[in-house]
């Protein structure tokens, strides 16, 4: 949608300074709306000319913005130039600017709209592997992974949406001493019976009885022991369990999936990688990194490198480790998917683990480690349901729906719908996305139901609620035809002010790309919801002469696109109805 613009002003002052018009481009960007004040739609940053060599770095960065504004000549596409502060304020004449913000509605293109600008155009494509969720087998779902699963599905949304081949992974939690204890525990503790009935809640109770017995009970721990070794051996009765406890969890998670609107390309596992281990292991003793300490552990000694500290691979009884299987799948995933860049999605207190893990790759002499990132995310505080501290994620995806629920059922703006229980799970889970994504993915936050669930402020529920409104609109002026429209009719305020809020939309995408962090794009869709209802307020589409009708469907009809297309990107479900 600013391409058009920018590269405008970009040959203007191409023309001026005598300059390619791209070296400009990256010194352009669109003006943020303030409480629908009247405001420039681009500013040039001097500072950013400086630095790039196309201005002298040396003098007064004022005067040189004022003077270069006295050059620049207004014409038919800008209407106003002036030197602000250490930069220069283009306005775009009004006609024009709704006339091409608004033309791609009408195309088959529009579910893309504001994803090929010039400037998203050059970031880097390729394939992109995310590792996210990950939770553990035989555990049910931990509320704890709602994190990592919303925000590697808006990493893996948002990567797809700018043109990447995109695999989405689940690695999941199924090898390692956990189902030591669970396969001893299980035949202490477990019952067949109880495991056809409720096979998650009963494998917990399992889990938590036989950490319990664990505690004081040295004869646990050998049996934990023992049984996963016995499964790195394979043995068939202790391989024949844990497949059944692998089938059972799986199946339990896609359902939890499904309800959040999440999919995979990939159900993968440490189980996965045992003869990669053997690889691994093999591979750091060839290059002289593996050393074997007193105890009989094997370790990688990183303290030469920026982290003074070293890492065990193996246990003494040869057992493998979580780094050892992250290593060896790292390797795999490279062989098998040639992915350009690989992000994992885990919370802020496996930092070192990834450091480590990217530090071992890089001494092995496999440079695309270099592409390897992850993505660290706070704690969530003060989770908590009517019935107490949540501990499963149904458990919150109940709630939040029956919250929902309630609220719609109280309020006099509820519409009748075909499935008022859909509609609440849509608009909960919207809410829930939407309150953890408002900061830094890295800072905790404390969960509050209230504030999540208001229907007006910067929630998920104002999302979907504005979503709703608009089309509401657009089914309500069905007969007005919108395939051509006068755009120089869209001249008050409140029009112009999400016209050039869209303008933004490109640069917020941008910005999220570099960083991975989805407040910016939650933030631009907020602000656009306030918009637009200041705009539904003043510019009513019913009852208005018939072209005045058109241009302003128009405009809502190009707002609720870019608000459904921005919403699917952080992983939210627009409903049509609320």
């Not at 950490?211 to 024949?240: I, M, P, Q, Y």
């Not at 200041?534 to 510019?539: D, G, I, K, V």
């Not at 190009?558 to 459904?564: F, H, I, K, R």
Request: hydrophobic share 40%; aromatic share 8%; charged share 25%.
């Amino acid at each position: 949608m600013t391409c058009f613009f920018k590269r405008t002003i970009a040959a203007k002052l191409g023309r001026t300074l005598h300059q390619p018009d791209d070296v400009f481009i990256p010194a352009l960007s669109a003006v943020p709306v303030f409480k629908k004040q009247q405001t420039s739609d681009f500013r040039l940053t001097i500072s950013i000319l400086r630095t790039n060599g196309v201005l002298p770095a040396s003098g007064d960065i004022q005067t040189q913005t004022e003077h270069l504004a006295n050059q620049l000549k207004r014409d038919s596409v800008v209407e106003e130039i002036a030197a602000g502060s250490a930069g220069i304020n283009f306005k775009i004449n009004r006609k024009l600017l709704a006339q091409k913000i608004l033309e791609p509605f009408g195309t088959e293109h529009q579910g893309k709209i504001g994803l090929h600008s010039e400037l998203l155009n050059s970031l880097q494509k390729g394939t992109t592997l995310v590792e996210y969720s990950s939770p553990n087998i035989a555990k049910k779902f931990h509320a704890g992974h709602l994190r990592s699963t919303i925000i590697g599905n808006f990493i893996a949304n948002l990567r797809e949406s700018l043109g990447n081949k995109v695999i989405r992974m689940n690695f999941l939690g199924d090898w390692g001493m956990q189902f030591g204890l669970l396969g001893a525990g299980f035949s202490q503790f477990g019952s067949q019976e109880k495991l056809a009935e409720n096979p998650l809640q009963h494998l917990y109770e399992v889990y938590v009885k036989v950490n319990k017995e664990a505690e004081h009970n040295e004869d646990t721990t050998l049996a934990a022991r023992n049984f996963f070794r016995r499964l790195e051996r394979h043995e068939s009765r202790a391989v024949s369990l844990w497949q059944q406890f692998r089938n059972i969890t799986v199946s339990e998670y896609r359902r939890v999936y499904e309800r959040l609107g999440v999919h995979f390309d990939v159900y993968s596992g440490e189980s996965c990688h045992q003869e990669g281990v053997r690889e691994a292991v093999q591979q750091l003793r060839n290059r002289g990194l593996l050393k074997t300490t007193e105890k009989g552990t094997a370790i990688v000694d990183l303290s030469a490198g920026d982290l003074s500290n070293v890492c065990t691979v193996l246990r003494s009884d040869g057992t493998s480790l979580y780094i050892t299987r992250d290593i060896a799948a790292a390797i795999d995933r490279r062989e098998k998917y040639h992915f350009d860049e690989m992000i994992y999605v885990t919370d802020k207190s496996q930092t070192h683990h990834f450091q480590q893990l990217f530090q071992i790759l890089r001494a092995m002499g496999h440079s695309w480690a270099d592409r390897c990132h992850h993505v660290p995310f706070g704690l969530v505080q003060g989770m908590k349901t009517r019935t107490g501290e949540v501990v499963f994620l149904e458990d919150l995806l109940d709630e939040a729906r029956a919250r929902m629920l309630h609220n719609m059922s109280q309020s006099k703006m509820t519409k009748e719908m075909d499935d008022a229980e859909d509609t609440a799970q849509k608009v909960g889970i919207s809410a829930l996305i939407a309150q953890d994504f408002r900061g830094l993915l890295q800072g905790d936050y404390k969960f509050d139901w209230d504030k999540m669930l208001q229907a007006q402020g910067d929630t998920g529920v104002f999302l979907q609620y504005t979503h709703a409104r608009l089309c509401s609109l657009i089914q309500k002026n069905n007969d007005i035809d919108t395939a051509t429209f006068d755009p120089s009719l869209l001249t008050e305020q409140s029009s112009v002010s999400i016209l050039q809020h869209l303008l933004r939309y490109d640069e917020v995408l941008y910005q999220s790309a570099q960083d991975l962090q989805p407040k910016h794009l939650l933030n631009f869709l907020l602000k656009l919801c306030h918009l637009t209802a200041s705009a539904h307020r003043e510019l009513p589409v019913k009852g208005s002469a018939q072209q005045v009708a058109q241009a302003r469907k128009r405009l809502f009809s190009g707002t609720c696109s870019v608000l459904a297309n921005g919403m699917r990107i952080l992983g939210i479900i627009p409903v049509d109805k609320m």
